[in-house]
């Protein structure tokens, strides 16, 4: 069995604290025609250097029926800036358009197969996975990309086609799994990497 979500597969269920506050689940997205789950962090450069990006992509479709959640499942021994208290200062800083989560118990990015801080999972109204992997080819510098797999994916399925590359690799650091080391994977998740 692969570590990943695979493309069709059903979007794991989840019922985790957002920094304003709130529970988040797909359910509280039940009106959305795509949902976008990405994980994500506060101190990867990738995410980083994404973080624009992801708002601008979320203003732009949320229009189309279009949501997004972040959730960010790192540990926090290592990486103290993923917190949940650095979590509720980062979208200050930043101005979240979109839902951000803590998976403090790490199951949420174990159900999905999560990879990478970003790993973008984009499911239909049926919330059947039709893309996962990354935004584009550069996330560390907005600007500087020239491929667009994650609009190319939302553009396609909001039409209701299936997305031209329905997989990639996501680019970014690895999920920084608890008793781990920082740049371990887990072994069956070769899948991807």
Known sequence: MAFT????ESAPDFDLPGVDGNNYSPGDFADAKILIVVFS???C????????RMNVLQTEYAPKGVEMIAINSNETE?????TFEHMVR???EKGFQFSYVRDESQDVARAYGALRTPHYFV???DRKLGYTGRMDDNPREGGKETT???????DAMLEGREPPVPVTNPLGCNVKWAGQD??????EACDLV
């Open 90 to 92: 980062r979208v200050e």
């Open 123 to 125: 499911f239909d109204a």
């Open 45 to 52: 450069p990738y995410v980083i250097g994404s973080e624009d």
């Open 148 to 154: 667009h797999e994650l609009r190319d994916a939302l």
């Open 78 to 82: 290592n990486h103290p800036t993923d």
């Open 5 to 8: 979500l695979q493309i069709g």
């Open 182 to 187: 920082e740049h371990w994977i887990p072994p």
């Open 41 to 43: 962090c506060n101190h």
